[in-house]
């Protein structure tokens, strides 16, 4: 996804600069290309050294300093930007480039840029609530420029309030959002569906499996992304919410199966990355089982198959499944493919140390019924792509 895409990070003069590191170290993890202009404030609180180490590029900071190419810098920068990122966006820089003062670097490159641009707030609650800067805000929001919320928390001055940075996984969703042009789904509801589910034995224990949620957070981003509506119906997982995602929390499968079956109606297509669980036991004790010295003998009972359900009442809607096996995987997902009446299944071998559950990776075969497409290993994000193209390549020909 990062492939040539070109990220300027604009610094600022404030305690939350620090937070521009993490940011630049994360993207330069996702492989985006990464440039950095620093207020002369903001090198009273982080070093260009320190930018430049992460970046791998050289720092620009003063406007009239001699350059190291012919190139203009702030027209060189303003071109090569694919998106422009201002963190931590202070009342100062909110009001120069609301009222078209470049008077430094930062300024200049930013009026002189065509890419869009996300401004990350920071500051004190009482200033982030100035009539004046929201005034500000508001105008910029006018002219195409993007924010991503400030939150409420602690901050350096003391006061506990609206102003804080946002969380860095915050600002590195918007810049996703922002990279992403295709919107193809705009006007497309998707119901996703993610993790694992839990069955109660006692107050205490339950059974349930290794799904980390990863795969389906992933898609309902990604579909988001590509403009559609995403309802995201979400076992008990570890992953921070997506935002701008409608979000159904469950446990239980029978949770699950009332949730989806609900919703469904009003959907255009199911992506059921979920791996809930097949079985639950017999009955369940209202107090907690006491160990003995024995065996204990815990009987199960088959959960209802959400997908099969699904599968017979599917009509003109796209249904996704996912096969997550250990062997035989085409030849099984095949057959889950033609019982559960999917237009395209997702295997992928959960045996593999460095992808599946838990990993940020995965390596799948996606398997509809014209084609077979056997992929590369790559990140959830960039399946999720390759399952979402799928959809429309199978809509189109219905």
Not at 28 to 38: A, G, P, R
Not at 103 to 132: C, G, H, R, S
Not at 335 to 357: P, Q
Request: glycine share 6%; net charge positive; with cysteine.
């Amino acid at each position: 996804m990062a492939n040539g895409i070109n990220i300027v990070i604009g610094i600022c003069g404030g305690i939350a600069a620090y937070k521009g590191l993490e940011l630049v170290s994360a993207l330069k993890k996702l492989e985006f290309n990464i440039d950095v202009i620093m207020t002369k404030a903001a090198t009273k609180f982080v070093t260009p050294l320190s930018f430049q180490s992460l970046s791998l590029n050289p720092v620009v900071v003063d406007m009239f300093e001699q350059p190291k190419t012919w190139e203009i810098s702030h027209i060189s920068l303003a071109k090569k930007a694919d998106i422009f990122v201002v963190i931590p966006a202070t009342a100062d820089i909110i009001g120069k480039v609301a009222c078209g003062i470049a008077d430094d670097m930062l300024t200049t490159t930013i009026m002189a840029t065509k890419a869009q641009v996300l401004f990350a707030p920071a500051m004190n609650t009482k200033m982030y609530e100035n009539l004046i800067v929201q005034s500000n805000i508001k105008k910029l929001r006018e002219y195409g420029y993007h924010f991503v919320e400030p939150a409420v928390g602690r901050l350096a001055c003391g006061d506990v309030g609206k102003g804080k940075l946002a969380d860095v996984d915050d600002i590195l969703d918007e810049i996703g959002t922002l990279i992403v042009k295709k919107k193809d789904f705009k006007g497309s509801r998707v119901l996703v569906t993610a993790g694992p589910t839990i069955e109660p034995i006692d107050p205490v224990r339950y059974i349930t499996n290794r799904s980390s949620g990863r795969m389906g957070y992933a898609i309902a981003e990604c579909a988001r992304d590509r403009g559609a509506e995403v309802l995201l119906i979400t076992g008990p997982v570890h992953i921070k919410e997506p935002r701008n995602i409608d979000i159904i929390h469950i446990k239980t499968n029978e949770d699950m199966y009332s949730s989806v079956m609900e919703n469904y109606k009003n959907c255009d297509a199911v992506i059921k990355a979920a791996a809930p669980a097949d079985y639950r036991p017999l009955e369940y004790s209202k107090q907690k089982i006491k160990k003995n010295k024995g065996e204990l003998v815990l009987k199960l009972t088959k959960n209802i198959d959400i997908l099969n359900e699904l599968g017979k009442i599917k009509g003109d809607k796209i249904l996704v499944g996912f096969a997550a096996e250990s062997q035989n995987i085409i030849e099984n997902a095949k057959e889950k493919l033609e019982e559960k009446n999917l237009d395209f299944i997702v295997a992928n071998d959960i045996s593999s140390v460095d992808t599946g559950f838990n990993s940020e990776y995965n390596k799948a075969c996606i398997i509809s019924r014209d084609r077979t497409e056997d992929l590369p290993r790559m990140s959830k994000r960039e399946l999720a792509d390759k399952i979402l193209d799928n959809i429309k390549r199978i809509s189109a020909n219905k």
